[in-house]
């Protein structure tokens, strides 16, 4: 039986094209399973993210909503990182990481990312550096500092 990351990870690979080919600039930062028969896609565009783009998202995916609920939502101040692009442009910033397995005897981080490769991030986590593999990557998100 699929988990949850790996349903999640199956939607997004069919949602995603999908809605950035369609929707000029826009970009599919995740999607989350809020429950079996609900998850929410967090997209983000260079004009912001507003009502009415979050019904084009919707009206994209109009056939999901057979199976579905769909929320849209923009990536807020604890916008959500996972892919390695995302991390590249907030290298010395914090963030929060779920893993699917654990790593280093642990699954969850909080920490600076201290540099993004090509297959690996490394943080800063209790004073000590954690590479951590994308693709044990099920959730991350900024910490806001503000």
């Known amino acids: 039986m699929a988990t949850t990351y790996q349903k999640e990870n199956t939607l997004l690979q069919q949602v995603a094209p999908r809605i950035e080919s369609e929707l000029a600039g826009v970009e599919v930062l995740a999607l989350e399973l809020m429950t079996p028969s609900r998850f929410c896609v967090y997209v983000d565009h260079p004009e912001g993210v507003d009502h009415a783009l979050c019904k084009r998202v919707t009206d994209v995916l109009r ?30 910033r914090k963030v929060a990481l779920r893993t699917g397995e654990p790593i280093a005897g642990r699954s969850k981080f909080k920490g600076e990312v201290r540099q993004a490769g090509t297959d690996t991030l490394t943080m800063s986590v209790d004073g000590a550096d954690v590479d951590i593999p994308y693709e044990s990557i099920v959730r991350g998100n900024l910490i806001d500092e503000r």
Request: hydrophobic fraction near 30%; proline fraction near 10%; aromatic fraction near 10%.
């Open 63 to 92: 056939d999901y909503l057979r199976e579905y609920t769909i929320d849209v939502s923009s990536p807020g101040i604890e916008r959500p990182v996972r892919k390695p692009e995302h991390f590249a442009e907030v290298v010395g």
